[in-house]
């Protein structure tokens, strides 16, 4: 007996790595620890990201609003999503204040505007040694795509994503399933509030809250949507509002579709607003 017992103990010291390394990819919340440093390799700069592959896909919806059509076709290149919304604990490390009505260093970082969201890129990029993407042209912020650091997506780089890139065979309604509660925060399960970033499922490229908890600010200046094909859009010339996606923990279940679109001033803040970042694969 007591060999065979020895024999079970030097097996389990034998496997144990395999058990540990073994785990689900679904994200622990401790990896968001705090702002990501870059290593210099683009597969592996941080544990938050993900590579999301160009590829060409049909935007916009036929069964939608009437700004989700026509439905034509936009081709992206490749581009590193945060797999979460940017977080409280994350904004707290760049900016030093937290404007958010609900609190909690792992809940989305709210109250923000697009200008605000906007100055985060700039200053975590510069924080981390890279290239700030964003620049004042007098009273206009121009984007510079060509930098290496952090921005918003914009609406086709959010669209594309949240309908899983080239991974989805099935054109899901939501971002990751046709079933809200799966993969959303939204009124008719969210108690009323934000809640911790990644608690729901994630969609097919393994990003998170793509529907609900918070609408996500994004570049474009929101108008309407062309006919042709398109490569790498990003919005109008110009425009009052800009685009917000992905509904949120207030709304109901048809504004989380991954083809509704959103838009907010400029300045405007609420609890409902948050956004999340990308970088480019250079």
Same mark, same amino acid.
């Given at each position: 007996m007591r060999v065979f017992f020895r024999f079970v103990y030097v097996m389990a010291l034998l496997f144990a790595p395999f058990f540990v390394y073994g785990q689900s990819e679904n994200p622990e919340l401790g990896e968001l620890t705090g702002v990501a440093v870059p290593s210099g390799d683009d597969a592996a700069f941080s544990a938050n990201f993900v590579l999301v592959e160009g590829g060409t896909f049909q935007m916009g919806s036929n069964n939608g609003d009437r700004d989700e059509k026509p439905v034509h076709q936009v081709t992206v290149k490749s581009f590193y999503m945060c797999k979460y919304? $940017?977080?409280?604990?994350?904004? $707290?490390?760049?900016m030093g204040s937290n404007p958010s009505y609900f609190k909690g260093d792992m809940r989305p970082v709210e109250c923000v505007s697009w200008n605000d969201a906007v100055e985060y890129c700039n200053k975590r990029s510069q924080k981390e040694g890279l290239t700030p993407v964003y620049q004042n042209s007098g009273d206009v912020i121009v984007c510079d795509f060509n930098a290496n650091g952090y921005r918003l997506p914009t609406e086709a780089e959010w669209e594309y994503a949240a309908k899983g890139g080239n991974k989805d065979a099935i054109m899901y309604e939501y971002s990751g399933s046709n079933s809200v509660g799966t993969v959303a925060w939204y009124d008719g399960n969210s108690g009323g509030m934000t809640h911790d970033v990644g608690t729901k499922a994630p969609n097919s490229l393994s990003v998170y809250d793509m529907s609900g908890n918070v609408w996500e600010w994004c570049w474009d200046w929101y108008g309407s949507y062309g006919i042709g094909a398109q490569t790498d859009p990003v919005g109008a010339s110009s425009g009052s509002n800009r685009?917000?996606?992905?509904?949120?923990?207030?709304?109901?279940a048809g504004i989380l579709?991954?083809?509704?679109r959103g838009c907010y001033g400029l300045s405007y803040r609420s609890d409902i607003l948050g956004f999340r970042i990308l970088r480019p694969q250079v």
């Open positions: 919304e $940017v977080t409280q604990k994350e904004w $707290v490390e760049v685009v917000a996606r992905g509904g949120g923990w207030d709304f109901v579709r991954s083809a509704y």
